[in-house]
């Protein structure tokens, strides 16, 4: 990412010849090199063929479901797992064969509790599938030291987050509705989970990957915005949720802006301003004339967006000198 800013930089200050560009961005390795395709290859192949492993388990229990008898079905889900860790165990010092064994284990292991939950009907919650399958998974998850999984691993606590309010109702002890909760519960857990990261990401290199923050930030967004919208156009909705937007959105401003520059980061704050803002003036103007209120909230959306796009075109200019 750094060569292609610098070399980005150069070239439009035009201290490039244009005949030589092509061979500066290879040079670079902007372009990646012809060496470095067939790694690439290998490692996407590899990725896919254990992702495909692992579901291909629980389509082969579900297909022999009625010819396989129990101790198979258990002895074939067990064996999985243990086998997996074995790869790891002889993995020796491949950079991408042991975190993907344990990426396979991770799946097999869900596949056996879900039978194990079926087969003896222990009357547990479906949250409670996800969440033991995200507990018992941690030393994996831990010791795979492989962004893709721990990201895996934080979708299961999410998961079980959203079905926990599904089956028992509010998970935080205030006076909240279910549909609120859920937005408060998944907004701090993702909130926390972005923070950590961010602290970590410096010391943990296998966690410095820029689409791991940015997924993260999307759910913050959601949510936050969930949240204020509820506090806009929902009566009996906490005023709270609007607040803790305004404050997400300076905290953005602030990190993103004033300490370092992420240009994802700031549009995703745009784009979350554009939305609340736009839904805020539609319940002001809810009174109005119908056709009069769509062309305004239409000018004022046209407008935030022209300008979010000119405030953001400075900024990559800023970036770039």
Not at 87 to 104: E, F, T, W
Not at 109 to 135: E, H, I, R, S
Request: aromatic share 14%; proline share 3%.
């Amino acid at each position: 990412m750094q060569n292609r800013a610098v070399m980005r930089h150069l070239v439009e200050g035009q201290h490039i010849a244009p005949h030589a560009i092509e061979q500066a961005l290879l040079l670079s390795e902007v372009y990646p090199p012809a060496k470095a395709w067939p790694a690439f290859i290998i490692r996407i192949l590899l990725s896919f063929a254990v992702i495909a492993l692992g579901c291909s388990v629980v389509f082969f229990v579900a297909a022999n479901w009625h010819d396989m008898s129990r101790t198979t079905k258990f002895l074939l889900l067990q064996s999985l797992p243990v086998l997996a860790i074995a790869c790891y165990v002889r993995g020796g010092s491949a950079p991408l064969i042991r975190p993907l064994a344990l990426s396979a284990a991770f799946l097999c292991l869900g596949a056996l509790m879900a039978y194990f939950g079926q087969t003896y009907q222990t009357g547990a919650d479906p949250w409670q599938l996800f969440f033991n399958w995200a507990l018992l998974s941690v030393p994996w998850v831990m010791i795979s030291r492989f962004a893709p999984l721990y990201f895996a691993w934080l979708i299961l606590l999410n998961l079980s987050i959203g079905l926990y309010h599904a089956d028992l109702g509010a998970l935080l002890p205030f006076d909240l509705s279910r549909m609120e909760s859920l937005f408060w519960s998944s907004l701090l857990f993702n909130g926390i989970s972005l923070l950590l990261w961010e602290l970590s990401r410096a010391q943990f290199t296998w966690l410095d990957r820029l689409w791991f923050g940015r997924m993260l930030a999307v759910v913050i967004a959601y949510h936050a915005n969930a949240l204020a919208l509820m506090a806009i156009f929902v009566s009996d909705a906490s005023w709270l949720g609007g607040l803790v937007w305004l404050a997400l959105m300076g905290l953005t401003y602030w990190r993103y802006r004033m300490r370092h520059v992420n240009l994802f980061m700031l549009a995703l704050g745009c784009l979350s301003g554009i939305v609340v803002v736009v839904a805020w003036c539609a319940n002001l103007l809810f009174d109005m004339h119908e056709s009069a209120v769509f062309l305004l909230l239409f000018l004022l959306t046209v407008g935030l967006t022209t300008w979010a796009a000119m405030w953001l075109k400075t900024l990559i200019k800023e970036n770039q000198a």
